[in-house]
């Protein structure tokens, strides 16, 4: 059992080599650069069990005046050395693709 951020999470390395999908959650809500965390599990009679360690930093907002995720150079390792399935890096790389950093601040003003 892990306590993370107000909140209990059942975590088990037994889960690891057969995680069956991922979530994510930032750091914190209200910071620009908060820490984008990877939360691989399984669902067994509608409980989500996750890895150990439940949650593995992957990325992180893209900051002030941007949306979207930025990836860490290195997740993929981090990932991988825990032991998860290939398709769980599969389902992280497809969630960066579909956050791509868009920086708003370069817009052209219409006025």
Same mark, same amino acid.
């Given at each position: ?15 690891? %080599? #057969? ?20 939360? =691989? ?11 150990? %360690? ?14 979207? +995720?930025? *990836?860490?150079?290195?997740? !993929? +390792? ?6 998860? =399935?290939?398709? #769980?890096?599969?389902? #992280?790389? !497809?969630?960066?693709?579909?956050? *791509?950093? #868009?920086?708003?601040?370069? +817009?052209?003003?219409?006025?």
């Amino acid at each position: 059992m892990a306590l993370l951020r107000w909140r209990s999470y059942l975590c088990a390395k037994s889960v690891n %080599p #057969i995680a069956e999908d991922v979530g994510f959650v930032h750091s914190c809500g209200c910071c620009d650069n908060a820490v984008l965390y990877a939360m =691989p599990y399984v669902d067994r009679d509608g409980k989500r069990i996750y890895s150990d %360690p439940c949650q593995i930093g992957v990325g992180e907002k893209a900051g002030y005046w941007r949306s979207g +995720e930025t *990836p860490w150079d290195n997740w !993929q +390792e981090e990932v991988k050395k825990h032991d998860l =399935p290939d398709h #769980i890096v599969k389902k #992280i790389e !497809q969630f960066f693709k579909d956050n *791509p950093v #868009i920086d708003w601040d370069d +817009e052209e003003d219409d006025n």
